[in-house]
């Protein structure tokens, strides 16, 4: 038996802002709210549940997404329409540039909440 990531809850101070900011990002559609979340589908039939608790403490946490090559510059284009500074690198010291990891590019910016998302052309060699 094979083992998948199904969904996973995903903190947020206002839900439906932080799914419209990724699904948007990303080009994705936000679904249906389900019970107290509301999710994003990535495509690859794992689902980023947003969670609303607007007086939860809660670390921001690094979400990593594999995308098109063809989609990165899209991407990029989008983050600076809604004016996200983009980085090279996850501690977020190099605006304004992408990287060049694993023969592909990749980048790194903050959703609304603070937490880390990644896109990026190409997996990590491991």
Same mark, same amino acid.
């Given at each position: 038996?094979?083992?998948? !990531?199904? @969904?996973?809850? *995903? $903190?947020?101070? #206002?839900?439906? !802002?932080?799914?419209? /900011?990724?699904?948007?990002?990303?080009?994705? +559609?936000?679904?249906?709210? /389900?019970?107290?979340?509301?999710?994003?589908?990535?495509?690859?039939?794992?689902?980023? #549940?947003?969670? +609303? #608790?607007? #007086?939860?403490?809660?670390?921001?946490? @690094?979400?990593?997404?594999? *995308?098109?090559? +063809?989609?990165?510059?899209?991407?990029?284009?989008? !983050?600076?329409?809604?004016?996200?500074?983009?980085?090279?690198?996850?501690? @977020?010291?190099?605006?304004?540039?992408?990287? $060049?990891? /694993?023969?592909?590019?990749?980048?790194?910016?903050?959703?609304?909440?603070? @937490?880390?998302? +990644?896109?990026?052309?190409?997996?990590?060699?491991?």
């Amino acid at each position: 038996m094979s083992v998948e !990531l199904n @969904h996973t809850a *995903v $903190h947020a101070r #206002d839900k439906h !802002l932080s799914a419209r /900011f990724l699904a948007t990002i990303l080009g994705l +559609e936000v679904g249906a709210p /389900f019970g107290p979340f509301v999710p994003v589908d990535t495509g690859n039939r794992v689902t980023l #549940d947003f969670y +609303e #608790d607007p #007086d939860l403490t809660f670390v921001p946490q @690094h979400y990593a997404f594999l *995308v098109p090559d +063809e989609e990165f510059d899209t991407m990029i284009a989008r !983050l600076e329409v809604v004016g996200v500074t983009y980085f090279s690198d996850p501690h @977020h010291r190099d605006p304004g540039r992408v990287n $060049h990891l /694993f023969g592909g590019r990749g980048a790194y910016f903050a959703d609304p909440d603070g @937490h880390n998302l +990644e896109i990026m052309t190409r997996p990590y060699a491991r």
